[in-house]
């Protein structure tokens, strides 16, 4: 009986060892719900290529000043407002001051 309930362990616990690993949890998606958005650029905020200084415009940019960069369409984060990385890195458009 002894060796029955060994077996019967050991048995159990490599059965659950198999199970515990044998399925692998979904896996979550990033940026549910983004989108491409015009985002204004504010030099005081910081560089070009940083998202934080971007801030999402509600339609088209009006571009009228003297700095170079006005606004890009790029990729909403879905979290903060603001554009992804890669969304800085290779915007969709460049609007430039008139």
Do not use: H
């Not at 692998?24 to 934080?52: R, V």
């Not at 700095?67 to 915007?91: F, N, R, Y």
């Amino acid at each position: 009986m002894k060796n029955f309930k060994i077996n019967f362990g050991l048995i159990a616990l490599i059965l659950g060892s198999f199970v515990a690993f044998a399925f692998k949890a979904p896996e979550a998606k990033q940026n549910i719900g983004s989108s491409i958005q015009w985002f204004s650029y504010n030099p005081l905020a910081g560089d070009p290529d940083d998202p934080q200084a971007y801030s999402e415009l509600p339609g088209e940019p009006e571009c009228n000043g003297d700095a170079d960069l006005c606004a890009i369409q790029a990729e909403e984060d879905g979290i903060s407002g603001k554009p992804t990385q890669a969304g800085v890195d290779s915007p969709v458009a460049v609007r430039e001051e008139l």
